[in-house]
């Protein structure tokens, strides 16, 4: 499968949105990935694909088999398991990688309707789209793509600010060098956690407690995909986890693997995705 990663280009985008990714197979083998928790927010735009989603349970699975010429969107993201997907025949695939709390900015709607949908992209921009659609899958061309896809998100922006609230708590979440408590972060915002747990749910989609918890996820495995042969014991420490086998026991929840069977199984895509494909 072939895979492109491309940076926003655009100045105003870049403070919500990390990039855009591109996957394409035009063969009818069988592909499958793994990917894991993040941070961000997948907004995935299928082709002539139909794509079933499992996530009940121990389950995070989704899908993608051979459509009926119909395009369909998709919402991914806050996985607290591994994300695998299984794709049978062909696809081209278009996602847009928001950062946290970036898909707000261009919408009212609430997550726990989008998570459902398998037309999010009209969910999102109702009667904005059709146009989009065809622009976008005619051409073949991923940055005319990305271009194209700048162009639209630019027009359809809510504000050009983010809540100033939320801003300083992730600014706060990533400057830490120290174990973070959500009670600790509500006092340095001089908020209750109430109000933390709705700015986080209303603006992010997780809990303020999740989404550190990812947050230290993403570090650790960053570090261990860099670094592969770093001690366990120092990479604990460092990505504020109280001891070796709780780092062990968190990286085994997220990824489905112990960090040194982790180490030889992931490949890093564009110094950006982490991830285990498989044919």
Not at 31 to 47: K, M
Not at 62 to 90: D, E, M, Q
Not at 271 to 278: D, G, N, T
């Amino acid at each position: 499968m072939d895979t492109l990663i491309l940076p926003v280009r655009h100045l105003l985008l870049r403070r919500y949105i990390q990039s855009f990714l591109f996957f394409k197979e035009d063969t009818r083998q069988s592909f499958a990935y793994t990917t894991f928790p993040n941070t961000n927010v997948c907004l995935a735009i299928y082709r002539n694909n139909q794509v079933i989603y499992d996530v009940n349970g121990p389950t995070n699975h989704c899908k993608v088999s051979k459509g009926n010429g119909k395009v369909n969107s998709r919402l991914y993201g806050f996985h607290r398991l591994p994300f695998s997907v299984s794709i049978a025949g062909t696809i081209d695939q278009i996602c847009i990688l928001f950062k946290p709390g970036g898909l707000r900015c261009f919408t009212h709607e609430g997550f726990s309707d989008l998570w459902q949908s398998n037309e999010v992209l009209e969910d999102l921009f109702p009667g904005k789209t059709s146009g989009l659609i065809d622009l976008l899958f005619s051409t073949d061309t991923p940055v005319t793509r990305a271009n194209l896809l700048e162009q639209f998100l630019v027009s359809r922006l809510l504000s050009g600010k983010s809540n100033p609230l939320l801003e300083t708590s992730l600014r706060l979440i990533e400057q830490n060098t120290g174990p973070l408590t959500v009670n600790g972060l509500a006092a340095a915002l001089h908020v209750n956690e109430s109000t933390l747990y709705r700015l986080f749910l209303d603006h992010i989609g997780q809990s303020p407690k999740a989404f550190c918890q990812t947050i230290r996820f993403r570090h650790a495995l960053s570090t261990l995909a860099v670094r592969p042969e770093g001690k366990l014991t120092q990479l604990a420490y460092t990505h504020n986890y109280y001891d070796q086998a709780h780092y062990i026991k968190d990286l085994k929840q997220f990824t489905g693997f112990t960090p040194n069977q982790l180490k030889h199984k992931f490949s890093v895509e564009q110094s950006e995705l982490i991830w285990i494909p498989a044919r």
